[in-house]
């Protein structure tokens, strides 16, 4: 038998000037089950506390109401009071009697009235509570970073410095990502490479990161503090413990004229290669479907010179299990090729590069040792034309966001080719300069007005070859759509940044949501942007959504302290607001009839299937588990559940029903 | 004490208007593609050239919800308000026909088995019962193989019969059809000679003998024939609810607040909720031992118990049946068997 | 019709099938489900034009399902319960053979489901015209009338249950109905239980209805209570565009969603 | 007599922004009706349709059903289902002739404390002038009445 206890505030006056308190503390004394009601200044004033706590011993209480402020606000407060006297917490529930009644009421009986039945409908929930527990779920202290771009790599490097282990996971031979392709930053234009390699080496020495290259994700499962992932690492060829980087290989290789994808085409490279100088690790590999003897069977010139017998054309792709507690995506993003502008040539002008091309074309260590030279002819340009939101801000093209970096990139390369080309001239076309960051205004300002970048407001219509030079046609804006035709030697456009390839499949394998370009989505807009709405998986940097490289790191230390704050527990402890599975006695077993239309209503991927197996082994039965690592107690299963076999711990069927019927009866 | 009178076509409705009155009257009515008894104010409301109304008459005994009594919970306990028999109306069913009224007699054997039933005496007590004798039947009819006929007047308190002329002979039977007449007396002629009743009643042929009925089904209970009939019998409770004699039941609280009521429900042998344990055992596992339970008891259990079948032959749980288990088929194919 | 009870004695002698369900004569002039387990009883099945009952609730019925493998005969009806039971995990590839039997009489035997989507494939599901007249003329009153028309029916339901027996889709082992902590749904068979019962029933089915109407043809007081999840089924369809029974990996409409979901009512 | 009727009204919201709006219409001392009385869920996906079912045959003459917006879910896609769930249960009511005027539902975030007290506000007066929900109260009643 219930034995309820309930506590009227008066909330100073806050709740008292409308509620006549004593008599809602009255009525309720007289509700079945109800043995002690009283009413008190402050509730959640010690004294007030010690009422509760007092009434609990004296009264044997298994159900506590605090008639009082929201929820929201002091439900943890009574809860701990609860406890303190021996009470479990989740057996004590608030009636919201000042922020949506005392508040919003005038003085009166019909308040006064309502307050009681607001009590009345806690109290008959809080008969249907049953004590819960918090959940506690060990954590396993490595986190796995997907991506060695400069956000995954910041991430690694903060996890690591925090005493966890680190395991790097990257697609390509070697870490860098775009930043490493990049020639120098906005808006101090130091040195891309300069500030990164550091970074790079540090990760490759660092006794927490274990990495690896030429690696993927295969599958993964588990929850929270408990993933477990598969990554398949790719065969490279070459033997990393026997190789010692020599480079005697990469020299002697006779395919050699292999589109470098690190310099955007604009260079080659040979079938056995390390991608670029400051590769980590340092070591090449071999292009399998590039390299002569895995064409034609015959070859081997890589082999027969390598003094350390490292290369190994058996090598097979190696799939590695690991644990994990922690997950960081930061898979980088792509941007958009010019062969997907019909307007501007469908990519077949040499000389209308994209922006990462033009960064190699800037670049010391690029293919022109950062001369700024057109690809077709290897002139210098003498006047070049940038357009900014190629691609982007742009919903016929299917990308109507804004890829944000390009305004400071195209600034930039405006500004550097100023800085190589003294007589040339820059154009730029652009919708908007969106500058905002720190020295970002400045930045663009002295490109137009120090740098003379001549910048035009408008789109480019479209780009044609004409007498060796490229037209390009546009308007400008500013002068009322006077149509601008500029006979440019090289145009840049600055293509839109679009999620990476494959992005869906590892979102789907990770069970992390993704918006309609193929970014991963955040579990929170504005207060959960770093983490996913699977518990235990972080995102860091442009995986996300385009962003710059302050951003990426940024974000990245911000997923790194996510992991490191969970890292801080030996277990976590969750609010045991989770939905169950039903379970009974044979020959039913639970009512749930294993239609898994469940598994797709979840949003956080806490439902799996369970097998129920008899003595020997035999499925009778397939039904729905709700794994309480990972479900975050909205319910929505449980109203979907057709057969009612999935309930909601503190907002169950029956606590939710008795709730309607007391408010709608007295 | 039975008598013959005779009631013109003009009267009948006459006679309605006048029960009216001062009770409540029922009867057919006709209502979509649904026959049920409804009350009436006018005879021209009863449907007509039909055979069998969906529903049979039971709910005037033995309504599918019956309030046996209600309480109050209050702070100290519960407070029990009895049922008050005084509320149970009188009132006068017309047109229902033969075998539904020979299913009171039935009914009556249920309830009044050990305790007597004091709701279902006293409706059955103040409900009149003027009948209808059948000029139609169907396939499905079989009340003459099991001892009854269309023009059967056990159960009724009036049975009229509709001659070719439209006029109807009535037999009065009881009491309370002693009473009916009493109201208006001028509407009902005297008559001489015999009516010859049975001309005008269809003519429903005999499905099988039912002679030893009892021991050839009793000698069915571990055959095999009952195999098929679980797998397609698809356990609803159609058969039993709409049967004129089916009474078991189901007690149910239904509550509000803190008021109560305890209800008395339909409930059917053939569900398998109905004897499915709370440890998940179920003493009636398929639907086979449910359809034969159904058999056993109206043809076996009954008669041993209370001297009475349970089953008038009225057919509606073959029609209504959404899987044809066609229980005349049954018993016949029983009988032949055994 | 002879090939059907051909390949339903083969099926039977070979061991291909324990039982195959189909369809047999009934009472006078009725056809009803009939059980073919032996060569006998095969020769006894029959198909023609009566054959409009949907048959795919006994794939999953306690006493049938111990006898996989099974085979059916199908109609365009249970081929979509099949199908939509095989979406919802009730049925596995292998566990039965389904002898459809198309416009032209022919019997296709498909041994796998994905042969079923093929026969479905060619069929656009239409409601019958009878129903789509009674849906319209409801759709024509005014809320009022409907809730006449609606309550005086709901007053004649006895709560016996056919209409889900019945149901292809309704094969949960313990009915929402039956659940008692809470009470969702009154026992008894009042106005206002009857129409809880029948909301939560059609809500149950909506997004999985197949649109046999067998739940009305079942009903011994004839409410027409298909028109409920039909009606569901045919909004579904003109909102969401999606159609149930068809493909096996077909998604759950209610239990699915697309951000830009469209709905004018919510402020 | 039409005057005198309050009407009782049931609002089904969620935690995280309709509860929380609530929570701000008080702190803001907006005032409204207080006919309408909320029960708090995690998220209008836990919103049972039955639950609905239950208030109006318990004498609800009205019912509010309130969350987050889309897109703003607390757990991101529980107000997504619950959209699909309404579509298609106020197509049912409607096909019965239940009166789909007695049921608000509506989104309402954290932020929108006014709009609370408006929704609210309108929800009863609406209620006020279709009047007590006989139609449904005299099927949920002849139970008790006989």
Redesign the interface.
């Known amino acids: 038998m219930a034995r309820i206890g309930v506590f009227i505030c008066h909330c100073g006056e806050n709740i008292s000037a409308t509620v006549d308190c004593a008599k809602v503390s009255e009525l309720a004394a007289g509700l079945p089950g109800v043995v002690y009601s009283t009413d008190y200044k402050y509730m959640c004033s010690d004294p007030g506390q010690s009422k509760i706590k007092e009434a609990i011993r004296e009264h044997n209480l298994t159900g506590v109401v605090v008639s009082a402020c929201s929820p929201r606000m002091h439900e943890p407060t009574f809860r701990k009071a609860c406890a303190e006297a021996g009470l479990n917490p989740y057996l004590c529930e608030m009636a919201n009697i000042r922020e949506h009644c005392s508040w919003v009421h005038e003085k009166g009986d019909a308040t006064t009235q309502k307050a009681f039945d607001l009590t009345r409908t806690l109290v008959e929930k809080v008969k249907n509570n049953h004590p819960l527990e918090s959940i506690k779920v060990p954590v396993n202290k490595t986190a796995i970073v997907i991506g060695g771009g400069v956000a995954g790599i910041q991430a690694s490097l903060d996890i690591a410095n925090g005493g966890h282990q680190v395991i790097l996971v990257e697609k390509q031979p070697s870490i860098g990502g775009h930043m490493s392709q990049l020639s120098e930053t906005f808006p101090t234009l130091d040195c891309s490479q300069c500030i990164l390699t550091p970074r790079m080496v540090e990760v490759a020495q660092h006794p927490n990161i274990t990495l690896y290259t030429c690696s993927e994700i295969e599958s993964m499962d588990g929850f929270i503090g408990n993933f477990n992932v598969k990554i398949r690492k790719k065969a490279k060829s070459v033997n990393e413990k026997l190789c010692t980087g020599c480079g005697l290989c990469t020299t002697k290789c006779p395919t050699k004229n292999i589109p470098s994808e690190f310099e955007q085409g604009l260079a080659n490279r040979t079938a056995i290669y390390v991608p670029f100088p400051q590769a980590v690790p340092n070591k090449p590999v071999i292009d399998r479907a590039n390299c002569r003897y895995f064409l034609t069977g015959k070859c081997k010139v890589c082999q027969k010179l390598c003094p350390t017998g490292a290369i190994d054309f058996e090598q097979e792709d190696e799939i590695i299990d690991v644990k994990a507690g922690a997950i960081v995506l930061a898979t980088g993003f792509e941007i958009k090729n010019t062969d997907f502008f019909p307007e501007y040539g469908y990519g077949k002008y040499k000389d209308v590069i994209n922006g990462l091309q033009f960064e190699r074309l800037a670049s010391a260590s690029g293919p022109t040792q950062g001369a700024i030279r057109r690809p077709s002819d290897g002139k210098t340009p003498e006047k070049v034309v940038f357009i900014a939101c190629a691609g982007s801000r742009d919903p016929a093209k299917g990308i109507p966001y804004c890829s944000k970096i390009c305004c400071m990139y195209t600034a930039k390369h405006a500004m550097l080719y100023k800085h190589k080309v003294h007589e040339g001239t820059p154009y730029v076309f652009y919708m908007d300069i969106r500058a905002a960051g720190k020295n970002y205004d400045e930045f663009t300002r002295r490109a137009i007005e120090e740098d003379g970048a001549k910048y035009i407001r408008g789109r480019v219509s479209n780009i044609y070859e004409k007498d060796g030079k490229l037209i390009v046609r546009g308007a400008d804006t500013l002068l009322g759509g006077k149509p601008v035709e500029i006979d440019a030697d090289m145009v840049v456009l600055a293509t839109a940044a679009v999620s990476c390839d494959g992005s869906e499949s590892l979102a789907q394998k990770l069970h992390v949501s993704y918006d309609p370009y193929k970014f991963f989505a955040e579990a929170h807009p504005k207060l959960k942007p770093v983490e996913t709405n699977t518990a235990g998986i972080y995102l860091a940097g442009a995986c996300q959504a385009p962003k710059d490289i302050p951003e990426s790191v940024a974000a990245a230390s911000g997923a790194a302290a996510k992991v490191i704050c969970l890292f801080s527990n030996d277990e976590l402890t969750r609010e045991p607001i989770v939905a169950k599975v039903n379970r009974m006695p044979p020959p039913i077993f639970s009512t749930c009839m294993g239609c898994e239309m469940c598994i797709s209503i979840c949003p956080y991927q806490a439902i799996d299937k369970e097998n129920i197996t008899n003595r020997n082994g035999e499925v009778i039965k397939t039904i729905a588990k709700i794994n309480p690592g990972l479900c975050q107690g909205c319910g929505t299963c449980v109203a979907f559940c057709k057969s009612k076999s999935i309930d909601l711990e503190g907002y169950s069927n029956k606590q939710v029903y008795e709730e309607v019927l007391a408010l709608l009866n007295n | 004490m039975s008598k013959i009178k005779k009631l013109s076509k003009e009267s009948f409705p006459l006679l309605i208007k006048k029960i009216s009155e001062t009770q409540h009257v029922y009867g057919p009515v006709s209502q979509g593609k649904r026959i049920s008894y409804q009350r009436i104010s006018s005879a021209d409301e009863l449907a007509s050239d039909f055979i069998i109304p969906d529903m049979s008459a039971k709910s005037f005994v033995f309504p599918k919800i019956e309030k046996l009594f209600s309480y109050t919970k209050n702070k100290d306990g519960v407070e029990v308000q009895d049922i008050n028999l005084d509320n149970i109306p009188h009132r006068v069913v017309v047109g229902i026909r033969p075998c539904d009224a020979a299913g009171m007699e039935s009914l009556k054997a249920i309830f009044s088995w050990d305790p007597s039933d004091p709701i279902f005496e006293t409706r059955l007590k103040r409900t009149t019962f003027i009948g209808l004798a059948c000029n139609q039947a169907d396939d499905y009819c079989f009340c003459t193989s099991l001892g009854g006929s269309p023009g059967d007047t056990k159960g009724s308190d009036i049975l009229l019969t509709k001659t070719d002329t439209g006029d109807y002979i009535a037999e009065i039977l009881t009491s309370k059809g002693e009473k009916i007449v009493t109201l208006a007396p001028d509407l009902f002629q005297d008559v001489e000679g015999d009516l010859q009743k049975e001309k005008f009643l269809a003519n429903v042929p005999k499905r099988f003998d039912n002679s030893d009925l009892q021991n050839k089904i009793n000698a069915a209970f571990n055959t095999d024939v009952f195999d098929e009939y679980a797998m397609r019998c698809m356990g609803c409770s159609a058969c039993a609810f709409v049967c004129p004699i089916c009474a078991c039941f189901d007690i149910q609280d239904e509550t509000k607040g803190s008021k109560g009521q305890r209800v008395r429900l339909w409930d059917s042998c053939g569900a398998k909720l109905f004897t499915l344990h709370t440890s998940g055992h179920n003493p009636r596992e398929t639907q086979g031992a449910r359809w034969r339970q159904r058999l056993m008891h109206k043809f076996s259990y009954m008669p041993e118990r209370l001297e009475v079948r349970g089953c008038v032959g009225c057919g509606r749980c073959s029609r209504r049946c959404p899987v044809d288990m066609n229980i005349a088929e049954s018993l016949n194919q029983l009988i032949i068997d055994n | 019709m002879g090939a059907i009870n051909e390949i339903a004695a083969r099926l039977l002698e070979t061991g291909e099938a324990k ?1 195959v369900i189909g369809y047999g004569e ?3 002039g ?6 073919a387990r032996n060569q006998e009883e095969a020769e006894k099945l029959i198909y023609d034009k009566r054959c409009t ?1 949907n048959l795919a ?2 794939v999953y ?4 399902s111990p006898l996989r493998k099974l085979a059916i005969v199908a109609n365009v009806s249970t081929l979509r319960g099949i199908i939509r039971l095989a979406s ?3 049925i596995k590839n292998g566990d039965i053979i389904t002898l459809y039997i198309n416009e032209l009489g022919e019997v296709i035997e498909c041994k796998a489901l994905s042969e079923i989507e093929i026969c479905l494939a060619e069929i656009t599901p239409e409601i019958k015209p009878e129903d789509k007249e009674l849906i319209d003329k ?2 024509a ?1 005014t ?10 029916e ?1 007053e ?1 339901c ?5 209409c ?3 149901c292809p889709l309704c ?6 109905v ?2 008692n ?2 009470q ?10 009857n ?2 019962w029948h ?2 029933r ?3 089915l ?2 999985r209805c197949v649109e046999c109407g ?1 739940c009305g ?2 009903c ?3 409410i027409p209570i298909h ?2 999840p039909i ?2 089924a045919e ?2 369809k003109n ?2 565009g999606t159609v149930s029974g068809m493909k096996i990996q077909e ?9 830009d ?1 469209k ?1 004018n ?3 | 007599m039409e005057n005198d009727f309050e009407p009782k009204i049931v609002a089904f919201v969620c935690n995280w922004c309709t509860y929380a709006g609530a929570d701000l219409t008080g702190t803001s001392r907006i005032k409204y009706s207080p006919n309408v009385k909320i029960i708090r869920f995690p998220c209008t996906g836990r919103i049972d349709f039955m639950l609905l079912l239950k208030a109006f045959s318990n004498g609800a003459d009205g019912v509010i059903v309130s969350g987050c917006h889309p897109n703003d879910c607390h757990y991101t896609s529980g107000n997504f289902h619950a959209r699909r769930r309404w579509v298609v249960f106020r197509t049912l009511l409607d096909f019965m002739g239940i009166d789909i005027n007695r049921i608000t539902f509506t989104w309402v975030s954290a932020a929108e404390g006014a709009k609370w007290a408006e929704v609210v506000n309108t929800t009863a007066s609406k209620i006020k002038e279709l009047g007590p929900y006989e139609a449904y109260r005299k099927i949920t009643n002849e139970i008790w009445e006989s």
Request: glycine share 4%; proline share 6%.
């Open positions: 039982v009934g009472s006078f009725s056809v009803r489900p009939a059980f009952q609730m006994y019925k306690k006493e049938i919802e995990n009730q409801l759709d009153m809320p009022q009338e409907r809730w006449n028309f609606w309550i005086s709901m004649s006895i709560k016996c249950y056919a889900r027996q019945a094969y949960c082992t313990q009915c929402a039956e659940v902590q809470p969702w749904i009154p026992v008894a068979a009042n106005t206002s239980g129409l809880e909301i939560t059609a809500m149950h909506s997004g067998q043809e079942a011994p007081v004839n028109l409920l009606k569901l909004e579904i909102i969401y998604s759950n409409t209610l239990s699915t969603f697309k951000p979901d709905e009512f919510i402020g």
